[in-house]
């Protein structure tokens, strides 16, 4: 029997998404397992994902008939198979997990791994708004700041698997803001959503300008996009002021690969409708003028609830 099906996983550092996909990127079944309750015990959290798989093939009926397991984790080394020195999964912190052979062990399923922004980057050319384009950059906006770069189709690895570091480039050179990395002035430290919130709380910190926000124990960048859609003004300069930052960062990248587009994706990407303007401008106004206008941002329009799953599925065709 043609295997006409694949499995797609998300390791995040808290739930883990699994869910069995078809050719046209639609996800048959799925389910999500706790990646925070094995301590360091990589091999329970692998035991309890193979059992995950099982279960979830059985669900759709598609046993036998799975290609492949695709997986997308934080600091997943597609070369090594591994997941290597992942701060935020306890069982993976110190070490490196060969995640991959274990696995395919207990599956008897192919697996291929890689990190995670990389394999959104792969979901977005295969299933979402990139599909036909070779030359892009993935970028992820959530707790973190990831990408992944596809350069003439395929995804760039690096010697040593880790290439794409994009949220790690530094964004503020003087004085910048310790990043969760250690550096000072990441990307990642002003335009993540943890960079936006503290953005937030600082800037109400210096000034006394009215703002809902001082209203809100704890502010998330939530609480700034939710702050910005109702009209208020502090709210709305710190989403202008990422989008400054990002954009004049982009132009960087571009220097680097020359992208059609350049793909947002994550929680903070969908106060698109305070980011655009500020990006392209910021953009534009940063590029050698053989780039300027050419390149395009644009915003995934794969379901939240499925893109992470079919990031990692898309994977898995390879195999």
Request: hydrophobic share 45%.
């Amino acid at each position: 029997m043609e295997k006409q099906f694949v499995v797609g996983v998300d390791v995040g550092g808290q739930t883990t998404k699994l869910g069995v996909v078809d050719a046209r990127g639609i996800v048959l079944a799925q389910t999500v397992i706790r990646s925070d309750v094995f301590g360091s015990d990589a091999a329970a959290f692998i035991t309890a994902l193979a059992d995950a798989i099982k279960n979830i093939i059985r669900e759709a009926g598609k046993e036998g008939q799975i290609r492949g397991i695709g997986v997308g984790a934080p600091n997943g080394n597609h070369y090594t198979g591994s997941i290597e020195f992942a701060p935020n999964l306890a069982w993976a912190a110190n070490t490196a997990v060969p995640l991959s052979s274990m696995l395919q062990e207990k599956t008897g399923i192919p697996v291929s791994v890689t990190n995670d922004a990389n394999a959104a980057a792969v979901g977005e050319m295969t299933y979402g708004i990139a599909r036909g384009m070779k030359n892009f950059i993935m970028i992820t906006l959530g707790t973190g700041v990831g990408s992944g770069i596809i350069i003439n189709g395929e995804l760039v690895y690096g010697h040593d698997g880790f290439a794409g570091e994009l949220g790690h480039v530094t964004a503020i050179r003087h004085n910048g803001r310790v990043c969760g990395c250690g550096k000072q002035g990441c990307l990642e430290a002003y335009c993540s959503a943890i960079g936006v919130a503290k953005t937030a709380r600082d800037w109400l910190e210096m000034s006394s300008v009215d703002s809902v926000l001082r209203n809100v124990d704890n502010i998330t960048s939530k609480d700034v996009y939710d702050a910005a859609k109702v009209g208020d003004s502090l709210a709305k300069r710190v989403l202008e002021y990422t989008g400054d930052l990002l954009g004049r960062t982009f132009a960087d990248f571009v220097a680097f690969s020359a992208p059609e587009a350049i793909v947002l994706f994550g929680g903070l990407a969908r106060a698109k409708e305070f980011l655009y303007e500020p990006i392209m401008k910021s953009m534009n106004d940063n590029l050698l003028q053989i780039w300027k206008g050419k390149v395009k941002i644009l915003f995934s329009e794969l379901k939240a609830s499925d893109a992470a799953i079919l990031g990692a599925s898309s994977l898995a065709w390879e195999l």
